[in-house]
């Protein structure tokens, strides 16, 4: 048995709505962006901007943990808050990993189980900040993608 000072593991854990936030977007290619956060981790890597700098009517008012957002893009397509950088979020206690198999093409979800993704094969999640863990090509091209 172990003794301790302050909160216990299990303390932590019961304190925390979900583990993992998991953050999806499209950028104007149509390209698919997925972010996946840890809560028990820390640091920078786990961190993410919820909404980019800009004016408060654009910006999402209503993040809270454990809460899952999907309303982010209306009927039409359009994107509800422009500076929300995620427009749909979940948390969720599993660690999900999707890829599509390159074998197959299918869509695969690993559940608690680790993926190592491909490196240098989309164009970059953004220019600066803390995403830079997405994706990690910078020297892609409108050129190599055609």
């Known amino acids: 048995m ?3 000072i302050g909160k216990s593991p299990q303390d932590i854990l019961d304190g ?3 583990q ?3 953050g999806l977007r499209r950028n104007n290619d149509g390209e698919l962006f997925l ?3 840890d809560q028990l981790q820390g640091g920078n890597e786990n961190s993410i901007v919820i909404n980019n700098e800009g004016t408060r009517d654009a910006s999402f008012p ?3 943990e454990g809460i899952s957002y999907f309303e982010g893009i209306d009927e039409s397509h359009d994107i509800v808050y422009s500076n929300l950088r995620y427009p749909q979020l979940k948390w969720d206690n599993r660690a999900l990993s999707y890829y599509v198999e390159s074998e197959t093409g299918q869509f695969v979800q690993r559940v608690n189980e680790d993926f190592t993704y491909p490196d240098k094969i989309s164009t970059p999640g ?3 900040g803390l995403d830079s863990q997405v ?3 910078t020297e892609y091209t ?3 993608r055609n």
Request: aromatic share 20%.
């Open 2 to 4: 172990s003794n301790y």
């Open 16 to 18: 925390v709505a979900r």
């Open 20 to 22: 993992y936030l998991y």
């Open 35 to 37: 972010i996946r956060i």
């Open 62 to 64: 209503d993040f809270e």
């Open 126 to 128: 953004y220019n600066e």
């Open 135 to 137: 994706l990690s090509n």
């Open 142 to 144: 409108d050129a190599e």
